[in-house]
C-alpha cells in the first residue's frame, strides 16, 4: 500500500475500520471482575421506531448515549463511578442535507461538539468520580450515531438479570 499523505493514510484507516464495523457484532462481557463493553450508541436500547437521526441535535446523541451506557453497567453490577476507562468517539453527521465543513470550521464544528459532550458527561458521575477518558472524532459511526462509547468498568454488586 502506498501512502502519499498522512491524509489519506487516515481516511483509508477510518475506511477499514468503518468496514470492520458493520461485519463486528457488538458486545460486551465480564472477565475476572471487569465489564467491557463496546459500541455504546445513541439509539442502543431503544425501539427502531425511537431512534434518533444524524439531523437531531448533538445533545440528543449524548443524553441517550450516557443514559444507554448507564443502563449497560448497571446490569453488569456496576456503577457509573466504578467505570475505569472509556474511549468516546465522535463524528459530525453525514446527510444528504447537512453540509460537510471544511477546514478551521471542521474543527470548529468537533471543538463545539467536545465543548457539549463536556457538559452532558460531568452529569453522570459523582464529583472528582469521572473516569480516565479519551476522546476522538472520527469519519463515521454505525448506527445513526454520532457519538460511541467504549470502555470497562469495575463489577461492584451481582449483575441484574
Known amino acids: 500500500m502506498q501512502i502519499n499523505s498522512r491524509r489519506e493514510y487516515f481516511v483509508g484507516l477510518a475506511t477499514a475500520a468503518a468496514a470492520f464495523a458493520q461485519q463486528a457484532p457488538r458486545n460486551s462481557h465480564t472477565h475476572n471482575g ?92 459523582s464529583p472528582g468520580k469521572a473516569p480516565s477518558r479519551a476522546c476522538m472524532a472520527v469519519e463515521w459511526i454505525p448506527g445513526d450515531s454520532l457519538i460511541e462509547i467504549v470502555g470497562s468498568a469495575q463489577v461492584v454488586n451481582s449483575p441484574q438479570g
Open 34 to 125: 471487569i465489564y467491557y463493553f463496546s459500541g455504546t450508541g445513541s439509539n442502543d436500547g431503544y425501539p427502531k421506531d425511537d431512534h434518533v437521526l444524524v439531523t437531531d441535535p448533538f445533545e440528543k446523541h449524548v443524553t441517550r448515549t450516557m443514559d444507554a451506557l448507564k443502563k449497560s453497567v448497571e446490569r453488569a453490577g456496576c456503577t457509573m463511578d466504578s467505570i475505569l476507562h472509556l474511549e468516546v468517539f465522535i463524528c459530525l453527521p453525514h446527510a444528504d442535507n447537512v453540509p460537510m465543513p471544511t477546514g478551521k470550521a471542521r474543527f470548529d464544528a468537533h471543538k463545539a461538539q467536545y465543548d457539549a459532550l463536556n457538559k452532558i458527561y460531568g452529569t453522570y458521575f
